[in-house]
Nanobody, 128 residues
């Protein structure tokens, strides 16, 4: 059974940092495409960053240079290091995965419709 469990959200001040974790079970995370998405109240879910099975990454322009995606294969866990946080980063953050798909284009990687497994989300709030 595929399961994704996010953790690490919280409240920080502008300029602060957080690290989100997504513990995967029921499949090998590093062999499939995974991603982080976020959704703010009243807005559509947007792709933050995706990672392929070969480690290739696709970042949204809004987070380039501030956010970093990584994986710990021994823990089957995906991470999102968020530095230089801004109030506009406030949102619910979701981990997503798609099986039997080792590679994606950038557009596919940041598109919610590309993924069929989702975590429950973890809230990130950035105050000014």
């Amino acid at each position: 059974q595929v399961q994704l469990v996010e953790s690490g959200g919280g409240s920080v001040q502008s300029g602060g940092s957080l690290r989100l974790s997504c513990a995967a079970s029921g499949f090998t995370a590093s062999s499939n495409c995974m991603a982080w998405f976020r959704q703010a109240p009243g807005k559509e879910r947007e792709g933050v960053v995706g990672i392929d099975s070969d480690g290739s990454t696709s970042y949204a322009d809004s987070v380039k240079g501030r956010f970093t995606i990584s994986q710990d294969n021994t823990k089957n866990t995906l991470y999102l290091q968020m530095d230089g946080l801004k109030p506009e980063d406030t949102a619910m953050y979701y981990c997503a995965a798609v099986l039997w798909t080792p590679f994606m284009t950038t557009a596919e990687a940041l598109g919610a419709s590309s993924y069929n497994y989702w975590g429950q989300g973890t809230q990130v709030t950035v105050s000014s």
